[in-house]
């Protein structure tokens, strides 16, 4: 079955380390997108991709990075600059067109836990 | 820049009881409007969407009205059940844009 798949489900990091998170999509979507989401908050955008080797910042992108070298994969690394990365994260994926209806798929979340 | 915003929860509910979430949203242009659905411990799965103005999403007994004129899109169920205990979140998204905004989601707990 097509879908989203991120890992790990948990994850545990002491401050000052950096942390990747992976996401990887079999839907063939041309976007990806990582979100970040708090207790009792909606999400905000950190990072999407349009397209392989492009991607732009999101509302709340300081502190995180990312890559896309490969149309299916779209990691996000925590840095230690991030000050807060207590969190959910959530990854997700569309296909991109003018149709304005843009229906996105997600994966079941990473949850990160600074100790 | 755009926004949406949700009544705020959590709002507690019997069994069979009526659900009504409130959205408005703040947009130039014309937007597409979604509910999401997010259950314990997973991530969000599209619950109905809007293309335009008048149009009815629907899905699992789930219903919201695209309302220009108001700048809404209010969700509603006419009897919850205990399995519809989840945080809805209301969307927008542009053409130009091609990335969602989100309202901040709303927690419904039915009990039996």
């Known amino acids: 079955d097509g879908g989203i798949t991120q890992s790990p489900k948990y994850l545990f990091r002491k401050e000052g380390q950096n942390v990747t998170l992976s996401c990887e999509q079999n839907l063939n979507h041309d976007a990806m997108y990582w979100y970040r989401q708090d207790p009792g908050q909606g999400l905000r955008l950190i990072y999407y991709s349009q397209i392989v080797n492009d991607f732009q910042k999101g509302d709340i992108a300081e502190g995180y990075s990312v890559s896309r070298e490969k149309k299916e994969s779209f990691p996000l690394t925590v840095t230690s600059a991030q000050k807060n990365p207590t969190a959910f994260y959530l990854c997700?994926?569309?296909?991109?067109?003018?149709?304005?209806?843009?229906?996105?798929?997600f994966g079941a979340g990473s949850r990160l836990t600074v100790l | 820049g755009d926004s949406v915003t949700q009544m705020e929860g959590p709002v507690t509910l019997s069994e069979e009881a009526f659900l009504t979430i409130n959205c408005t949203y703040t947009a130039t242009g014309y937007p597409s409007l979604f509910w999401y659905v997010q259950y314990p411990g997973e991530g969000l799965q599209l619950l109905l969407k809007a293309t335009k103005a008048d149009d009815k999403g629907s899905n699992k007994g789930f219903e919201a009205t695209y309302r220009k004129e108001t700048t809404s899109f209010h969700l509603e169920k006419g009897s919850v059940q205990v399995s519809d205990s989840a945080v809805y979140f209301c969307a927008l998204d542009k053409a130009a844009g091609n990335k969602l905004t989100f309202g901040g989601g709303t927690r419904v707990l039915v009990k039996p």
């Open positions: 997700a994926s569309s296909k991109t067109g003018a149709s304005g209806a843009n229906v996105l798929t």
